[in-house]
């Protein structure tokens, strides 16, 4: 998914979940640093802290995601993606990544 904007991605910081098995590919094919957060340490990841606090406005916490239905999902992405942010100078995520892929595009 970050192939269309690989020249403008410098380094990835995940935490320590198995879904990150293919790290070093990642790396490898972007041409990119990974790195790891510390266990408990959610201050190294803070976007992604900021992120769980808005999902968390559309479904509480202790909710299983496997008994949240798929148009559900679709829709808090949806909303999500098109809020403004004050950490990317008030555009929506959306916004980003299209100014992200022109950018990618002109280099």
Do not use: C
Not at 81 to 103: A, C, F, H
């Amino acid at each position: 998914m970050l192939k269309p904007i690989a020249s403008t991605v410098h380094t990835i910081t995940s935490d320590n979940g198995k879904e990150f098995a293919g790290h070093k590919r990642i790396a490898r094919e972007l041409d990119v640093d990974f790195y790891f957060a510390h266990p408990y340490a959610p201050w190294e990841r803070g976007i992604n802290e900021n992120i769980n606090g808005l999902i968390r406005q559309y479904v509480p916490k202790g909710t299983s995601f496997a008994k949240v239905d798929d148009r559900r999902i679709q829709h808090i992405m949806d909303k999500l993606n098109n809020r403004p942010r004050k950490s990317n100078g008030y555009k929506t995520p959306i916004q980003v990544i299209s100014d992200l892929k022109t950018v990618a595009l002109s280099i």
